[in-house]
Antibody
Framework: EVQLVESGGGLVHPGGYLRLSCAAS????????MGWVRQAPGKGLEWVSY????????TYADSVRGRFTISRDNAKNSLYLQVTSLRVEDTAVYYC?????????WGQGTLVTVSS | EIVLTQSPATLSLSPGERVTLSCRASQSVSSYLAWYQQKPGQAPRLLIY???NRATGIPARFSGSGSGTDFTLTISSLEPEDFVVYYCQQRSNWPYTFGQGTKLEIK
């Protein structure tokens, strides 16, 4: 069974940082592209970042480029999102998702709250 | 950036009815369009990929069609659990984008 489990969210002040993690199991993690998608409270879905299976290709939404860094450790079956210089508008549930053709499996999400 | 516009924002229907949701792209996305269902407090669930292919385990009452800029998701006979929010998403170009969602309400 495919499972994606996010962790690392929490309450942080504006300008702060967090490291989000996504533990994958039930599939060959190193064979799949992965991504992060976020959802602000009561709002729609926003794509955040993509990383290819080998980690050689990475891209970001303009809203986070230069502040967020996606990475993966295929040996640990884990995906990461380093989020820095956080803003109030970054408050959201952050989902990791497996990308096979499209986002076919999603984690349950981890909540990041940016507030003073 | 490709903008996806879903219409309508909210639909009020009854169980058993047939419904068609619309997603229009600001430029062609070929067939690289997916539909997701999201229940309250849950992660999105993939329903349809590449415009018309049902994802694994998705009931046959869900179907998708379209190409280029105009797409539809049809639910042939609404079940009570279908009254939630639906999103379209394109993967033709980065940044990937989502529509703003259509919420189905029970009339």
């Amino acid at each position: 069974e495919v499972q994606l489990v996010e962790s690392g969210g929490g309450l942080v002040h504006p300008g702060g940082y967090l490291r989000l993690s996504c533990a994958a199991s039930g599939f060959t993690f190193s064979s799949y592209n992965m991504g992060w998608v976020r959802q602000a409270p009561g709002k729609g879905l926003e794509w955040v970042s993509y990383i290819s299976s080998s980690g050689s290709t990475i891209t970001y939404a303009d809203s986070v480029r230069g502040r967020f860094t996606i990475s993966r450790d295929n040996a640990k079956n884990s995906l990461y999102l380093q989020v820095t210089s956080l803003r109030v508008e970054d408050t959201a549930v952050y989902y990791c998702a497996r990308e096979a053709v499209t986002f076919d499996y999603w984690g349950q999400g981890t909540l990041v709250t940016v507030s003073s | 950036e490709i903008v996806l516009t879903q219409s309508p924002a909210t639909l009020s229907l009854s169980p058993g009815e047939r419904v068609t949701l619309s997603c229009r792209a600001s430029q062609s996305v070929s067939s690289y369009l997916a539909w997701y269902q999201q229940k309250p407090g849950q992660a999105p669930r993939l329903l349809i990929y590449d415009a018309s292919n049902r994802a694994t385990g998705i009931p046959a009452r869900f179907s998708g069609s379209g190409s280029g800029t105009d797409f539809t998701l049809t639910i042939s006979s609404l079940e009570p659990e279908d009254f939630v929010v639906y999103y379209c998403q394109q993967r033709s170009n980065w940044p990937y984008t989502f529509g703003q969602g259509t919420k189905l309400e029970i009339k």
